[in-house]
């Protein structure tokens, strides 16, 4: 079939590794995380009925655990009826096998070991045992950045090079189906590229 006849909740890219990601995902920074009506519960379990599949998380946000507490607890389908048009169709929420999930380590814990435990942290709080994609978030923490809480830095001396390293360890071991990186520049994604192992 060709991609216009696949449902968008069904069209995917293939990563450089093979791993599907689905194109029609959440970003989920600046949701309120609360239970009630517009916070980040609802929302991303109103998106997993209306067709979303890849759910873009991350430690900072603190929102992994929502994850889980939807899957083991499917809530109904919202009531739609106060739309005014037709009604978008509310597909259910899929199996985990179906979805794509992906989470972010903070620059507070860039080094090898802090890495390693936010991926573990992130497991934990997902109840998986493993993540489809996992990326350094930022490549250094920014003092002068009040919301990048650098006074809570794990290991003053780790580098995104070493979470890098860590982020190859978690993929060889199965934990991690993909990795990457966000907010670098294009100098930064050469660096990369000269010393990472996984592309």
């Known amino acids: 079939r060709s991609i216009k006849h696949i449902p968008l909740g069904q069209q995917f890219i293939s990563l450089r590794n093979g791993i599907p990601l689905p194109l029609l995902g959440l970003g989920t920074g600046g949701l309120r995380i609360q239970d009630g009506e517009g916070g980040a519960y ?11 599949r890849t759910f873009d998380l ?9 994850i889980s507490q939807i899957l083991k607890n499917p809530p109904e389908s ?16 899929p199996p985990r096998f179906d979805m794509f999930f ?5 620059p507070t814990h860039l080094g090898f070991w802090p890495t390693t435990e936010s991926i573990e942290a992130s497991l934990d709080s997902m109840d998986f045992n493993y993540i489809d994609s996992y990326l350094l978030h930022w490549p250094s923490c920014n003092p002068k950045v009040e919301w990048m809480h650098c006074e809570d830095t794990i290991d003053p001396s780790g580098t995104w090079i070493q979470s890098w390293k860590a982020l190859e ?5 199965g934990k991690l189906l993909s990795i ?7 100098t930064l994604l050469d660096q990369l590229l000269e010393i990472a192992v996984v592309k």
């Not at 739609?80 to 597909?91: A, E, R, S, V």
């Not at 990457?180 to 294009?186: E, I, T």
């Open 78 to 93: 919202p009531s739609l009826l106060q739309i005014d048009g037709p009604h978008p169709t509310m597909n259910g929420i």
């Open 169 to 173: 360890r978690a993929y060889s071991e």
């Open 102 to 106: 992906l989470s972010k380590v903070w």
């Open 58 to 66: 991350a430690r900072e946000y603190g929102n992994e655990h929502l």
């Open 180 to 186: 990457g990186v966000s907010n670098f520049d294009v």
């Open 42 to 52: 609802s929302t991303i379990a109103n998106a997993m009925h209306l067709g979303y």
